[in-house]
């Protein structure tokens, strides 16, 4: 990958990788309970006893991983900035990357650490997840000129590189994608401000949105969408479940549904799906209502399979499916 040229179809996603083991177990051992006030769910599992599973499949994954290997599957010349074990897992990561042609240069393999795992239960569809998290001491390496940096989830103690990569980001002229990650987001809009001046879009869900502002969570979409562009990033998207996502480019906004006739076996990885091809489709030109489009047939692709990335579309099944009349086209939102 050449380092003196910036390339606008180009992206290296800075993000944490893991390995998924999902396990599914039978309702027979499992059974979720939710409130009816509420609709709160809790998963009930027998204490002090040994579980048969129905299936079992280990496979790389993370907020990072996944949206690298998107942006390559869409066409995107793509590579990663991910710090891992040199373990067997991290081995195998690299091994994946490079047979899904994302680079991996900036892939660092740290001698006596440990790679992340999560453990992924499936219940009737629905997933919850055991996650472990290695403790990781971040420095961002010198970065390729790519024409979109796509940040993502990492550890306690990502804060360490705001400053590198907002000096970089001002002497090349990429366009930074914001999907933060749990630590990103408990740090706050306050310690990222320089960050977000310099953010091209920004996605969150609904509860993120608020506690990011600081809101209350039955905040209106409009008023969230309008308090993130206040912290600077020029494209905002929101989205909200089965209610659909909702995006603005500070001079319009658009909402798009959720089909209910697509299949769905577990939804690990839509929400990197839709944000990975809303940001590819940016990158081919595509303005934001459609690039949505993009983010929302790359989902319904993504909950078909187990896992977050076995149904993630190549850009000819993209192009493909968007011919689609039954596809949902995002509608102007008034609020």
Request: hydrophobic letters at 40%.
């Amino acid at each position: 990958m050449a380092t003196d040229a910036v390339n606008p179809k180009r992206v290296l996603v800075i993000g944490d990788t893991t390995i998924d083991h999902f396990v599914e177990l039978s309702t027979k051992d499992a059974e979720p309970q939710c409130e009816l006030d509420t609709h709160a769910c809790k998963l009930l599992i027998p204490y002090g006893e040994k579980l048969p599973i129905q299936a079992y499949e280990a496979v790389i994954a993370g907020n990072g991983a996944n949206a690298a290997v998107g942006g390559a599957r869409l066409g995107l010349e793509s590579a990663i900035w991910t710090v891992m074990g040199d373990d067997q897992i991290g081995h195998q990561a690299k091994t994946h990357f490079v047979a899904e042609h994302v680079n991996v240069r900036h892939l660092e393999l740290v001698k006596g650490e440990q790679s992340n795992v999560s453990v992924v239960l499936r219940v009737l569809g629905e997933r919850t997840i055991f996650a472990y998290h290695y403790p990781r001491t971040y420095h961002l390496p010198a970065m390729d000129h790519a024409g979109w940096v796509y940040l993502t989830s990492m550890a306690k103690g990502w804060e360490v590189i705001i400053d590198s990569l907002v000096d970089h980001l001002t002497k090349h002229p990429a366009k930074l994608v914001f999907q933060p990650g749990e630590h990103q987001l408990k740090s706050g809009h306050v310690a990222a401000r320089d960050l977000l001046h310099r953010t091209e879009l920004i996605i969150l869900n609904k509860e993120e949105a608020a506690d990011y502002l600081n809101h209350d969570r039955s905040t209106p979409i409009r008023q969230l969408l309008v308090g993130l562009h206040a912290l600077g990033p020029k494209i905002v998207v929101v989205t909200d479940g089965p209610a659909g996502s909702y995006g603005s480019d500070g001079t319009n906004m658009w909402r798009l549904g959720v089909r209910t006739d697509v299949e769905r076996v577990e939804a690990t990885g839509a929400g990197d799906g839709y944000a990975t091809a809303l940001m590819v489709a940016l990158a081919h030109g595509e303005p934001l209502n459609e690039a949505m489009s993009w983010g929302n047939v790359n989902a319904e692709s993504i909950i078909g399979y187990v896992g977050a990335q076995r149904g993630i579309l190549h850009l000819a099944e993209m192009q493909d499916r968007l011919k689609d009349p039954k596809r949902l086209k995002a509608e102007p939102y008034h609020g």
